[in-house]
C-alpha cells in the first residue's frame, strides 16, 4: 500500500488535534501530535526554572531533551510522562516563544520527519504542510473564529479537570495567532496547495467527513 501524508495545520485551538486522531484511526495511520513535542519541550525549560522568552537559555536543551510520543497519545520527555503537565496553561502560555526558536525547530522538525518515513500518517501543527512534508498527498488549513476556538478548550480543559477561565483562553489564543504567525522561522502559514476549511460552524463529525472526503478525493478512493 502506498505510504500517505496527512498535513493538518492551523492556528491555536481549532480542533485539530481532536479531527486528526480520529481520521488516523479511521485510515489506519498514524497520529503525530507536534504541538505536544513543543509542549514537552517548554515544559523541560520550565522544570529547569529557565525563563523561556530566554532564547540562549532554552535552546542548549536541545543536546539533553528526548521527546517521545507513544502510540497512546502518551508524551514522555526524558522518560517522566507529561501528557497531562504539557496541556496546563502555564506551558500553553510559554510555548508559543519556545516554537519560534530556529534551533528547537530543527530538532523536533528532523525528530517529525523521521517518524513519517516509514508509516502513513495524520500530522498536525502549523509547519506540516509548508515545511515539515512539503510533499504531503493532503494538506488541510483548519481556522475558526477566535471565540469558537477559546470556548472548545475551554470545555476541552473543564473535561480534563484543568483550571482555567474563557477569558484566560482567549487572550492566550489570541497571543500565540500572533506569535505563532509572525515568528521569522516557518511561521503558521497556509501552504499554497492547502485546502482551507473554516470549522466555525462544523461539528467534529462533520470535519472529520469532510477532510476523509477530500483524502479519498486525492489518493483516489
Ligand atoms: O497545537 P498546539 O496548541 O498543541 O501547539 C502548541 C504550540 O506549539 C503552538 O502555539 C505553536 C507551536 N507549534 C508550532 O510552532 N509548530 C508546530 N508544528 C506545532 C506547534
Given at each position: 500500500?502506498?505510504?500517505?501524508?496527512i498535513?493538518i495545520?492551523?492556528?491555536?485551538?481549532?480542533g485539530k488535534?481532536?479531527v486528526a486522531?480520529l481520521i488516523?484511526?479511521q485510515?489506519?495511520?498514524?497520529?503525530?501530535?507536534?504541538?505536544?513535542?513543543?509542549?514537552?519541550?517548554?515544559?523541560?525549560?520550565?522544570?529547569?526554572?529557565?525563563?523561556?522568552?530566554?532564547?540562549?537559555?532554552?535552546?542548549?536543551?536541545?543536546?539533553?531533551?528526548?521527546?517521545?510520543?507513544?502510540?497512546?497519545?502518551?508524551?514522555?520527555?526524558?522518560?517522566?510522562?507529561?501528557?497531562?503537565?504539557?496541556?496546563?496553561?502555564?506551558?500553553?502560555?510559554?510555548?508559543?516563544?519556545?516554537?519560534?526558536?530556529?534551533?528547537?525547530?530543527?530538532?523536533?522538525?528532523?525528530?517529525?520527519?523521521?517518524?513519517?518515513?516509514?508509516?502513513?500518517?495524520?500530522?498536525?501543527?502549523?509547519?506540516?504542510?509548508?515545511?515539515?512534508?512539503?510533499?504531503?498527498?493532503v494538506?488541510i488549513f483548519q481556522i475558526a473564529?477566535?471565540?469558537?476556538?477559546?470556548?472548545?478548550?475551554?470545555?476541552?480543559?473543564?473535561?480534563?479537570?484543568?483550571?482555567?477561565?474563557?477569558?484566560?483562553?482567549?487572550?492566550?489564543?489570541?497571543?500565540?495567532?500572533?506569535?505563532?504567525?509572525?515568528?521569522?522561522?516557518?511561521?503558521?502559514?497556509?501552504?499554497?496547495?492547502?485546502i482551507e476549511l473554516d470549522t466555525s460552524y462544523m461539528n467534529v463529525e462533520e470535519v472529520v467527513n469532510a477532510i476523509i472526503k477530500i483524502i479519498n478525493g486525492k489518493?483516489?478512493?
Amino acid at each position: 500500500m502506498k505510504k500517505v501524508a496527512i498535513a493538518i495545520d492551523g492556528p491555536a485551538a481549532a480542533g485539530k488535534s481532536t479531527v486528526a486522531k480520529l481520521i488516523a484511526k479511521q485510515m489506519g495511520y498514524t497520529y503525530i501530535d507536534t504541538g505536544a513535542m513543543y509542549r514537552a519541550y517548554t515544559w523541560y525549560c520550565m522544570e529547569k526554572g529557565v525563563d523561556c522568552t530566554n532564547h540562549d537559555a532554552c535552546v542548549p536543551f536541545v543536546n539533553e531533551v528526548n521527546i517521545v510520543l507513544k502510540p497512546n497519545n502518551v508524551v514522555l520527555c526524558n522518560g517522566i510522562d507529561v501528557t497531562k503537565q504539557i496541556r496546563e496553561t502555564r506551558v500553553s502560555a510559554n510555548v508559543s516563544y519556545i516554537a519560534s526558536y530556529k534551533e528547537v525547530r530543527l530538532f523536533l522538525v528532523d525528530q517529525q520527519r523521521k517518524m513519517a518515513e516509514n508509516d502513513s500518517v495524520v500530522m498536525d501543527g502549523r509547519d506540516i504542510g509548508t515545511y515539515v512534508l512539503p510533499n504531503a498527498e493532503v494538506k488541510i488549513f483548519q481556522i475558526a473564529s477566535v471565540e469558537t476556538r477559546a470556548k472548545r478548550r475551554y470545555d476541552e480543559n473543564m473535561e480534563k479537570g484543568i483550571l482555567c477561565t474563557l477569558a484566560e483562553i482567549e487572550e492566550d489564543v489570541r497571543k500565540r495567532d500572533y506569535i505563532d504567525s509572525h515568528r521569522e522561522f516557518a511561521p503558521l502559514k497556509k501552504a499554497n496547495d492547502a485546502i482551507e476549511l473554516d470549522t466555525s460552524y462544523m461539528n467534529v463529525e462533520e470535519v472529520v467527513n469532510a477532510i476523509i472526503k477530500i483524502i479519498n478525493g486525492k489518493i483516489g478512493k
